[in-house]
């Protein structure tokens, strides 16, 4: 078999293979033509009325370039109904990719100035959330977050995320932490993480993205996370690696993201085998898709044709956002054996060998 052949061959079957994703923003999510609906729908004056407008958008000079776009959907986002479209449109675009189950981060304190409150918001999401469970079978979750450099209605959002996380089947699984990190450290936020964890809510911040392993050190120490979204940047401190893999903390990595922000040249470049051969647990996820223009297929096949992965590795990463998840032990079983059974049959399907793509 040629070297095309076997490139087409693996890419169909990355698209088949069942995935979970743990990192995914709501808010980096929202598709053109919906932001562009829900603009019309509430009366909004936008710079853009076209979905190719988009296009010359999506490239970064700057992290604050960045922002300007994400924050230009939250603006978007005005009532119930269309966090229930984002998050339903969500669930069918996730469905095509044969993404199984998937942890959402959302940032309440952008839609704390909404005229519904975030109760109102939750439900609508709730909503959609049963709605893509019925039509396409997907299982989804909320990660509410704060922000690093406006810390000021942490303790309303924090609080709230715990209240929600004690009612019936709310999916708030987790508290999180995003933002920039320069200038932000984490143990400003870290009685919040503690009250909130009292209350069973777990710690899910980001840390060693724009910032080096000092971040992730000092977000371990303050806030006990059970999983760090990027850590990347760990990489750069030999003992932080070692202390990563001994305690097998997983590392959400998102390879794209870090290329188009600037922290990588290239794909090429990123370090992600490192970790991996470091024996940390890296699970691979897209971060804001829509913003970044990727899929979890296509970090996947990025892992494995710019950084070196095998096809092992993304099983290997699959398993271990299973297990990493916030699914009761009973439902990560279940979904494990699953997807192993699956495995198995695409091995099959594509005469595949794992270890050998």
């Not at 936008?46 to 970064?60: E, G």
């Not at 069918?92 to 304190?109: D, G, M, N």
């Not at 004690?166 to 508290?175: F, H, I, K, N, Y």
């Not at 370090?271 to 913003?291: F, H, M, Q, W």
Request: aromatic content about 8%.
């Amino acid at each position: 078999m040629n070297d095309l052949a076997k490139k087409d061959r693996l890419s169909g079957y990355i698209e088949a293979m069942p995935k979970v994703e743990l990192h995914l923003h709501m808010e980096g999510s929202l598709r053109p033509e919906l932001l562009l609906r829900l603009a019309g729908r509430n009366r909004l004056d936008i710079p853009v009325n076209h979905p190719d407008q988009f296009r010359s958008l999506y490239r970064y000079r700057t992290f604050k370039d960045f922002s300007k776009l994400l924050l230009l959907g939250v603006y978007c986002l005005r009532r119930p109904e269309d966090f229930f479209d984002l998050i339903l449109d969500m669930g069918e675009t996730l469905s095509v990719q044969h993404i199984r189950y998937a942890e959402i981060t959302w940032t309440p304190q952008f839609y704390l100035n909404r005229q519904c409150s975030l109760d109102d918001i939750l439900g609508a999401m709730n909503a959609a959330r049963a709605e893509a469970g019925e039509r396409w079978g997907i299982e989804l979750r909320w990660i509410p977050d704060l922000v690093r450099s406006y810390p000021g209605p942490g303790r309303v959002v924090a609080r709230w995320a715990a209240k929600a996380r004690q009612q019936t089947d709310s999916g708030v699984v987790a508290l999180g932490l995003g933002g920039p990190e320069a200038g932000h450290p984490a143990r400003g936020f870290s009685a919040l993480f503690r009250e909130a964890r009292a209350l069973g809510l777990p710690a899910n911040p980001h840390a060693g993205e724009g910032v080096g392993p000092e971040s992730v050190r000092e977000t371990i120490e303050e806030l006990r996370p059970s999983r760090i979204g990027h850590g990347i940047r760990s990489v750069e401190d030999r003992a932080l690696v070692e202390h990563l893999a001994q305690t097998a903390l997983p590392l959400e990595v998102c390879l794209t993201s870090n290329v188009k922000l600037g922290i990588y040249a290239s794909h090429a470049e990123h370090p992600v085998k490192r970790l991996v051969e470091a024996g940390c647990t890296v699970i691979l996820n897209s971060d804001d898709p829509v913003l970044f223009q990727t899929t979890l297929g296509d970090e996947y096949l990025h892992a494995i044709h710019d950084c070196g992965l095998g096809l092992s590795d993304i099983r290997k990463s699959i398993l271990d956002a299973i297990r990493s998840s916030y699914l009761t032990d009973s439902e990560k079983a279940a979904m494990t054996e699953t997807f192993g059974k699956e495995f198995g049959r695409l091995d099959g399907v594509f005469r595949m060998n794992p270890h050998d793509a």
